[in-house]
């Protein structure tokens, strides 16, 4: 069953899944460690001039290594990098395929922060 998340205006994410037996990271640079969106497949629906971007926690530089000015705080369960959904006319996405193992459990978690910034 795939659900989608929605937001209006600006939004940073950060993802983590994890398999609940051994606490291994699933997804590819789930936490965005990489700075970029290395290892998800990224639809900006279109956007060319404002796409989302992965940018640093906890510093307020301007777009796209920052979010318009705005200081992003630290996220609340650490990490660097979040991803930053700047458009408010278009839907745009990051996805990764993964595989599951049948009767493992795995726990999903996510931090969002809206800025009260967005597309100028």
Do not use: C
């Not at 956007?47 to 307020?60: H, L, R």
């Amino acid at each position: 069953m795939n659900k989608l998340l929605k937001f209006t205006g600006a939004a940073l994410i950060g993802v983590l899944l994890q398999s609940g037996a051994s606490q291994a990271n699933v997804l590819l640079n789930g936490g965005f460690e990489t700075g970029n969106f290395s290892g998800w497949t990224v639809n900006t629906g279109g956007e060319g001039t404002y796409p989302q971007v992965v940018i640093a926690y906890n510093q307020g530089g301007a777009y796209p290594t920052g979010a318009f000015g705005e200081p992003i705080p630290t996220a609340p369960n650490g990490g660097n990098y979040g991803a930053y959904f700047v458009s408010d006319h278009t839907n745009e996405s990051i996805s990764q395929a993964i595989s599951l193992t049948q009767g493992q459990s795995y726990q999903v978690s996510f931090e969002v922060y809206s800025p009260n910034n967005g597309r100028r």
